[in-house]
């Protein structure tokens, strides 16, 4: 080890000595020290411009100013690791290449070093400068460190493993082309084209099993994303030493084929060995059971939620079966080609397996087509084409082996897939119980929107959530018969996104709830339901239907009311019932943006606790102001307000309020598009803040019962889902007792504050853009003259 040493200080004394190291060393000076800087300029400046235009800014809320500084585009470790394989060839392309041209490398030969210790001593010597390089780069963190309130010091450690990995894995590269030829520049070319290479191989022949794999293995920089993030993942630290163990190896055996003759098949087996120990380690170490993980995050934002994280480990017991049903003539079914393998185990299943191993993957690859799934636009492309004919022409665009698919009538134990428009889906089985999880269509290029297109955790976290408790899965019936909203139908005033569509990533459907309708005057209202929807009725309810829904109400039901202006009568006598009334005529706000009867009620306390919706995090924060404290507002087109008495027994808490001075309840015919609406007492117009949206609950023996009205029925229409898609999901997480949605909040971030001015940013700019590199640049010239001299 001694020898290793004295080589290393040699080679790192050698490296100092041209003008190569010192040239690096500047440039890097400047290229890290200008990204940093300006991105403290600027984000300082923004910081600046939001405090003099609000006085009320306390901080960048939710968003991580650490992250921002290391992984954004443009930031100090993005711009560092785009231009670190510039750095790295320069610095190795004379290492051995240089002992062969002097000569010395017939001295080598001749000692009694070993060439293990001369390699290993040269590429210590590598990892020395790498370390003066990180040195440089941990002296921008601490500053950042000091500017950033409670800055995510995990983020620093990772960045830095991950830029030091990295360079050292090139320097590894490098030192082997060094091996291969005198010439320095051939060299510093044939580095440059390598990793070129490995920075590609992710996007080659990833259709073929085999290949896949490889190639993915391969793939450099692969590794780097999870460790800038802040999750150090013991496969990807293994990744980089292997291919540093590999790249050494391959140096090793061409300068002892050049010490020695030995057959050109001697030398293969060795490479094959070298390259065997390689993939065979990446292999086992890569695979779940061997993978360690550590977040490093100050909030874990690379780790799920706990409570899915207790849902996987109630499932240890028993496999958990995924199967993925890819119809190539289906929507989204890219991203299920076994070219996606590796993304779909990735992007969506690897954050899983980290807390569960025992998942066991299956694929179903298969063809169908029918003009309703995509609304006849394949069937255009490809006219008078049976579905063979047009798979086979698909398979051909797409570069897919089309013999993998088999037509749907082929395959035995297929699930009903109609449903699902025979889009790329998932069938999730446990203990003989299944549940689908989708995938969602989503604009983008392919494999950028993989995110999007797969299922998020809380959609996760609902599908397992079914298949451990059956027995708790919610169902909330609709009533019908009455001329409700449609929770099957797609007009525009219905309700089909925001109740039964299986498209819609946040809808009940995917977030865990069972949603259907009910005849009132045809059938009982079943025991065990979880909530009861009275949505938009526009006949009066006969006897029967008020009694049963008494019957239900007494019982201690959930339910929801949702009525309409004009419409007060049908729902007032069950509202009466339980203390509370839709009062007659309209609510308007007339406003030069809309109709008057667009009404924009902001959200309440107790709305933004009924449930962990982001938006309502936005209305706590906006509550606590103190210049401009406020909340949010909801669109409510066409809407009463709602009044209420103590009777009853319920708590009544408004959800959705109006400002009192702008806004006042309008007796009468309402006419919008002929004349301005004005306020007239003497035909009944009643100013004031109304109650748009109600809350109310009781205990009845040991159950607390809940409801939620509402004196709009159109703020939640397909035309106008996200609008009210919050509120309304919210509302149902609250009639579920909880239990549904399955809300996977994250921590907020706490460094979203810069404790720096940007006069100080630009200062850091003049110190370390110019005076610093300056400094090195005179150091580095006075010490090459002087050993001139010398």
Not at 361 to 381: Q, T
Not at 657 to 680: H, I, Q, R
């Amino acid at each position: 080890m001694r020898m290793v040493i004295q080589i290393a200080k040699a080679e790192l004394r050698n490296l100092f000595y041209s003008p190569v190291a010192w040239f690096l060393a500047i440039v890097f000076l400047v290229m890290s020290g200008y990204a940093f800087t300006e991105g403290l300029y600027q984000l300082t400046k923004m910081q600046e411009t939001m405090k003099y235009s609000s006085p009320d800014f306390k901080d960048f809320g939710p968003l991580t100013l650490t992250l921002v500084f290391l992984h954004t585009p443009g930031s100090i470790f993005s711009v560092m690791l785009k231009n670190s394989y510039f750095f790295v060839p320069l610095l190795t392309m004379g290492l051995i290449g240089r002992e062969i041209q002097a000569g010395t490398i017939k001295l080598l030969y001749s000692s009694p070093v070993k060439l293990w210790k001369v390699i290993i001593g040269k590429f210590l010597a590598v990892m020395m400068y790498n370390v003066m390089l990180l040195m440089i780069l941990s002296v921008y963190l601490i500053i950042l460190g000091c500017s950033i309130r409670s800055a995510d010091y995990g983020l620093f450690i990772a960045g830095m493993i991950a830029f030091y990995l990295l360079i050292c894995t090139y320097a590894a590269i490098g030192l082997f082309m060094s091996s291969l030829t005198t010439y320095q520049v051939v060299a510093a070319i044939g580095t440059f084209l390598v990793i070129f290479v490995l920075t590609k191989t992710n996007g080659l022949w990833q259709q073929y099993d085999l290949v896949r794999d490889l190639t993915y293995f391969l793939y450099l920089p692969g590794r780097i994303e999870r460790l800038l993030k802040g999750l150090i993942v013991s496969k990807d630290i293994i990744y980089y030493v292997m291919m540093v163990f590999m790249f050494l190896g391959f140096t090793y055996i061409r300068l002892r084929k050049q010490r020695e003759s030995k057959p050109w098949y001697v030398t293969t087996m060795r490479i094959m060995v070298v390259v065997i120990i390689t993939l065979s380690a990446g292999y086992l170490f890569s695979l779940p059971k061997t993978s360690l993980y550590l977040d490093t995050t100050a909030t874990r934002a690379n780790t799920i939620h706990p409570k899915t994280q207790a849902l996987l480990e109630e499932m240890k017991g028993e496999p958990l079966e995924v199967t993925l049903y890819t119809n190539l003539l289906g929507g989204e079914g890219i991203y299920g080609f076994p070219a996606a393998r590796n993304i779909y185990r990735g992007a969506l299943w690897e954050q899983y397996l980290r807390f569960n191993t025992n998942i066991h993957f299956k694929y179903v690859y298969y063809y169908y087509y029918e003009p309703e799934m995509d609304g006849g636009h394949l069937a255009r492309i490809f006219p008078d084409k049976s579905n063979e004919e047009m798979a086979r022409e698909f398979a051909k665009g797409m570069q897919v082996n089309f013999d993998l698919f088999s037509p749907i009538s082929a395959l035995k134990e297929m699930p009903d897939l109609e449903p699902e428009k025979y889009r790329l889906i998932m069938q999730l089985k446990y203990k003989g119980r299944t549940e689908f999880l989708r995938t969602y269509q989503s604009a983008g290029k392919y494999p950028d929107v993989a995110p999007a297109v797969y299922p998020h955790e809380q959609n996760m976290a609902a599908a397992l959530k079914r298949l451990l408790h059956p027995e708790g899965i919610p169902k909330v019936l609709y009533t019908s018969g009455n001329l409700e909203r449609k929770v099957y139908g797609k007009g525009e005033r219905d309700y089909m996104r925001a109740t039964t569509a299986n498209f819609e990533k946040n809808g009940p459907v995917n977030l865990g709830f069972d949603v259907d309708t009910i005849s009132l005057e045809k059938q009982d209202i079943p025991a065990g339901i979880t909530a009861l929807v009275v949505a938009d009725p526009k006949v009066e309810l006969s006897g029967l239907s008020q009694q049963k829904l008494k019957k239900y109400i007494d019982e201690g039901g959930n339910i929801m009311f949702m009525g309409e202006p004009g419409k007060q009568n049908v729902l007032n006598p069950l509202l009466k019932y339980m203390g509370v009334e839709m009062l007659g005529g309209t609510v308007v706000e007339p406003t030069y943006h809309e109709k008057p009867d667009m009404v924009k009620p902001y959200y309440t306390a107790a709305s933004a606790e009924l449930a962990d919706e982001l938006l309502f995090k936005l209305v706590k924060a906006k509550m606590k102001r103190v210049y401009d404290k406020d909340t949010l507002k909801m669109l409510m087109p066409g809407v009463t307000g709602i009044s209420f008495t103590d009777s009853s027994g319920f708590v009544k808490k408004p959800l959705l309020l109006t400002v009192g001075s702008s806004s006042w309840l309008k007796k009468g015919k309402l006419v919008v598009d002929s004349a301005d609406v004005v306020y007239n007492a003497a035909e009944g117009d009643v100013r004031g803040a109304f109650s748009t949206s109600l809350q109310l609950y009781r205990q009845i023996g040991n159950k607390q019962q809940r409801a939620v009205i509402y004196g709009d029925a159109d703020f939640l229409v397909n035309e106008r889902l996200k609008n009210g898609e919050a509120i309304h999901r919210a509302a149902l997480y609250w009639l579920s007792e909880n239990e549904y949605p399955v809300y996977v909040p994250r921590e907020d971030a706490k460094d979203n504050l810069i404790n720096l001015s940007s006069g100080t940013a630009k200062k850091l700019k003049l110190i370390f853009v110019w005076i610093l590199p300056a400094l090195v640049l005179v150091a580095g010239t006075v010490l090459l003259v002087r050993r001139k001299r010398k």
